[in-house]
């Protein structure tokens, strides 16, 4: 069996500063705490000439046509670092997942309600990047794919648990969880700092990461990617760091 509770609820701070309480209340008793990300300021210019490559390329492959927005892959954000919550260390990293049962778990822990429609909206088989959260360095470490759709987070259930919610019933279930396996580890560690100068550079030029959630809603620990936020980013291993 998998260590109870290791991911992260909102998962979201991206520092050590202020950890974000994992306790399971509603939403309206716990509002989202979580600090932003933590960023650096990008390297000026450094994001440009990758989107304009990266957008030849893509409209070679697809005859220059816009691809419809859709949410098809996702984030999933996780402490890598050892904290502890009522007792409990949250701690789950990639290579604890990688240490599981054939390298699958259940993600468990998610007590916020965009989050959890999220979850909730995960289909069989689509894959997600898995992002190292509240730690030094934050930032994308490898890809995982959802092996098991959404069914009743156990642990709302179990008083011993950090995400205990008394209010939810067996009966109709407020939390969700899904079943993710790991598939690979990404070529090399993309930070945080550097998918935000990419960001911030399609901001202005119009590129696939204009309106990546990552940045528009920092403190949520599951959040969907397109088509195009997946390649891209994805196409970030081929490169060297910055």
Known sequence: MPWPSRKRDKGAAADKKEPDAKIAKTEEET????????????????SKSGWKNWKKTKESDSGGEE?????????LKSEPESRLEKGVDVKFSIDDLKAQPNQTTFWDGVRNYQARNFLRAMKLGQQAFFYHSNCKEPGIVGIVKIVKEAYPDHTQFDQKDPHYDSSSRKEN???????????RMTKRFIPLSEIKAHHLAHKADGGPLKNMMLFTRQRLSIQ?????????VLSLEEEKPH
């Open 31 to 46: 509002p989202d705490k979580e600090e932003e990300e933590k960023s650096t300021k990008p390297p000026a210019g450094s």
């Open 67 to 75: 691809s419809k927005i859709t949410y098809c892959h996702w984030l």
């Open 173 to 183: 279930p407020k939390w969700s969880m899904v079943d993710v396996q790991f598939v």
């Open 224 to 232: 969907p990617l397109t088509q195009e936020e997946f390649d891209f």
